[in-house]
């Protein structure tokens, strides 16, 4: 049971390149989210999916996309980079609302410089 | 919106000493406010949670207060650390419903030893 899995850990991006920032859980948990986290600003909402198939817009959407084809994995893609999208970023997840222990689960992290 | 504030940002104790962390939320149908330890490099992990129907709640050195009347609560840590040095946040959500957790700004916690 490894938990929330991200990656890559670190990347350095040139502003208007793209890329794929990938988390996957095996805790069977139908909830999965992105966070960003920046100094001063704790974590804020991206993007967030309640199951399969479905996602919703969190706080700070724009320039990122996401899917959640399976219940285990949550790809964040960041569509065209800018420097404001240096970041720390978490995946997260958490069994439905209600059910007993109904804990976030963080990645460890993944940090990303757009340069 | 929602809007949860956390207090002080950086905090420094000497090994030994109390801390305290105290946060306040806007959104009265909050019911259930976790606190997650953030250590350098590492996720946030979970540490302790309060729910809505319960004033106080105890765990070896860490205790969280809740006043639903006034939409404060608070993390309190006795007898200090040098490991106990990470950033805290607090966090405020309804329980049922959608993924609308808000959280804190957070707090760096220095123990000196």
């Known amino acids: ?115 | 919106g929602e809007n949860v504030e956390q207090h002080p940002s950086t905090l420094s104790v000497q090994e030994g000493d109390s801390a305290v962390i105290k946060c306040t939320y806007s959104d009265s149908a909050s019911n259930y406010f976790p606190w997650y330890k953030q250590e350098l490099g590492k996720g946030p992990q979970l540490i302790i949670d309060i729910r809505s129907n319960v004033g106080e709640k105890k765990d070896q050195r860490i205790a969280v207060t809740l006043n639903k009347t006034a939409k404060h609560f608070s993390l309190h840590i006795t007898e200090t650390q040098p490991e106990d040095s990470a950033v805290y946040f607090c966090a405020a959500s309804i329980k049922t419903g959608g993924f609308k957790t808000i959280f804190g700004a957070g707090t760096r916690l220095f123990v000196k030893a």
Not at chain 1, 5 to 24: D, I, R, Y
């Open chain 1, 1 to 115: 049971n490894a938990g929330v899995t991200q990656t890559p850990k670190f990347q350095v991006l040139k502003t208007g390149q793209s890329m794929t920032l990938q988390c996957a859980q095996d805790m069977n948990h139908e909830y999965m989210s992105w966070y960003r986290q920046d100094p001063g600003m704790g974590l804020r909402l991206i993007h967030y999916s309640v199951g399969a198939g479905i996602t919703d817009q969190g706080e700070v959407p724009n320039g990122y996309n996401v899917s959640r084809s399976t219940t285990e994995d949550f790809p964040l893609r960041l569509l065209s980079a800018a420097p404001s999208q240096t970041s720390v970023y978490f995946c997260a997840s958490r069994s439905r609302p209600g059910a007993i222990g109904n804990t976030i689960y963080f990645g460890e992290g993944s940090w990303l410089t757009v340069v």
